[in-house]
């Protein structure tokens, strides 16, 4: 039986879905022994490959120049995140004939926007909140924020003004595209989503892993 295995290496965690069932781990303890045997496995990598998965042949998808009407813009194709690529195709296929944004909430931020006709036409690349709170590693973190509050202690301004400023940098971003592509479309998806949801000041549709659905259907597609 030809069985596909669908791995999604992020730089915090790696993601993999094989036969409808969807698992994950830190990537730090990722190994190529904790996945289900398969036929073959087709993988997206935000970080160098590693030498066992390549010894195991896994087959890691780069970005190319188009997918059926969806155009990458990118000079050098290969040179967007296989990522960013995998998500937007997920996207196209959800909503053809729409242009769309694609926001990623996760280690890094990113904002892709396509138009109607399929034509990337750029997008952001920011830390995450996570990365951002890490250049001041002494400040201590709280997790029972609220943006609308300010701070009474370090640890309450530090957590407040780093959220603050990831959410308040995200949501203007968003409705400004918005306004430039009325028609658009708007996707989430990320590990880090859950910590943001609630102050988000757009209507979105949130997927658990887009970088998953979009490399299964460029394998189905294209592969």
């Not at 730089?11 to 698992?23: A, H, I, L, S, V």
Request: charged share 20%; hydrophobic share 35%; proline share 3%.
């Amino acid at each position: 039986m030809h069985s596909k295995l669908f791995l999604d290496i992020g730089n915090t965690n790696t993601k993999w879905r094989y036969q409808g069932k969807y698992f994950v781990v830190p990537t730090v303890e990722f190994t190529y022994d904790k996945l289900q045997k398969s036929s073959v496995i087709w993988a997206s990598s935000v970080i160098p490959y590693s030498h066992d998965l390549k010894k195991n042949h896994v087959n890691f998808v780069q970005s190319q120049h188009k997918y059926k009407s969806l155009v990458n813009t990118y000079k050098e194709p290969h040179n967007l995140g296989s990522d960013r690529w995998l998500g937007m195709i997920a996207c196209y296929e959800k909503s053809m004939d729409r242009s769309f944004i694609l926001l990623d909430i996760g280690s890094a931020i990113t904002i892709d926007i396509v138009n109607k006709h399929g034509i990337y036409q750029g997008g952001l690349i920011y830390p995450g909140l996570e990365k951002i709170r890490l250049i001041f590693d002494n400040f201590p973190v709280a997790y029972y924020e609220n943006i609308n509050a300010i701070g009474q202690s370090t640890e309450e301004c530090w957590s407040i003004g780093t959220l603050s400023l990831i959410v308040n940098e995200i949501n203007q971003k968003i409705i400004e595209f918005h306004r430039q592509f009325p028609d658009a479309e708007i996707y989430t998806t990320g590990g880090g989503y859950s910590n943001i949801q609630k102050f988000l000041n757009f209507p979105n549709n949130y997927y658990e892993n887009l970088v998953l659905d979009g490399l299964e259907l460029f394998v189905n597609n294209m592969g």
